[in-house]
C-alpha cells in the first residue's frame, strides 16, 4: 500500500506542477424537473469544478487505428490526466459532462478510465475530450 500512495502522491505534485488550469462541469443527467408555472422543463445549472490537468495529443499515426477505452480515437483528441485528489461530486462521464481549458476549448468527455493498479487504490482518472 505505501508503493501506491507513493505513485499517488507523486502523480497529483506532477499534474499540479505541470497541469493546466481547467473547470470540470458536471452536468446533472436529471433535467430538474417540470415547472408546471412555466409549462417547460428546468435545467439544473451544471457544478462547476477548477482544478489542474495534463491534456496530452495523441501520437498522429493512433488516429483512426487506436481504441481508448472501446473509443475510436480521432484527430485532435486528448487525453486527459485529472489528480482523484479532486474534489468531485461524481465520476466525470459521457453523458453531458464536459471540460474548458486554459485556452478557453471545450471538450467533450467522450469516456473515462480510473487509473487503480492495485484495485483499490485511485491514483488518477485518465479521460478522453473531444471538441
Same mark, same amino acid.
Given at each position: 500500500?505505501?508503493?501506491l ?10 499534474? &499540479? =506542477?505541470e *497541469?493546466?488550469?481547467?473547470?470540470v462541469?458536471?452536468v446533472?443527467?436529471?433535467?430538474g *424537473?417540470y415547472d $408546471?408555472d %412555466? !409549462?417547460? !422543463?428546468?435545467?439544473s &445549472?451544471?457544478v462547476?469544478? =477548477?482544478?489542474? &490537468?495534463?491534456? %496530452?495529443?495523441? &501520437?498522429?499515426? #493512433?488516429?483512426? #487505428? ?5 473509443i475510436l480515437?480521432?484527430?485532435d483528441?486528448?487525453?486527459?490526466y485529472? #489528480?482523484?485528489k479532486s474534489?468531485?461530486?461524481?465520476? $466525470?462521464d459521457?453523458? *453531458?459532462d464536459?471540460?474548458?481549458d !486554459? =485556452?478557453n476549448?471545450k471538450?467533450?468527455i ?6 487503480? $493498479?492495485s484495485?483499490s ?5 485518465? %479521460?478522453?475530450?473531444?471538441r
Open positions: 500500500m505505501g508503493v500512495n507513493s505513485l499517488k502522491a507523486m502523480a497529483d505534485r506532477m499534474i &499540479a =506542477a *497541469g493546466q488550469s481547467v473547470n462541469y458536471f446533472d443527467q436529471d433535467n *424537473g $408546471p %412555466l !409549462s417547460t !422543463s428546468v435545467n &445549472a451544471p462547476v469544478v =477548477a482544478t489542474k &490537468a495534463v491534456l %496530452l495529443n495523441f &501520437a498522429l499515426e #493512433s488516429t483512426g #487505428s487506436t481504441t481508448y477505452n472501446g480515437v480521432e484527430k483528441d486528448r487525453e486527459c485529472l #489528480s482523484w474534489t468531485f461530486p461524481r465520476d $466525470p459521457a453523458l *453531458g464536459y471540460l474548458i !486554459s =485556452a476549448t471538450w467533450r467522450m469516456t473515462m478510465k480510473h487509473n487503480n $493498479p484495485g487504490t485511485e491514483i488518477m482518472y485518465n %479521460l478522453l475530450l473531444r
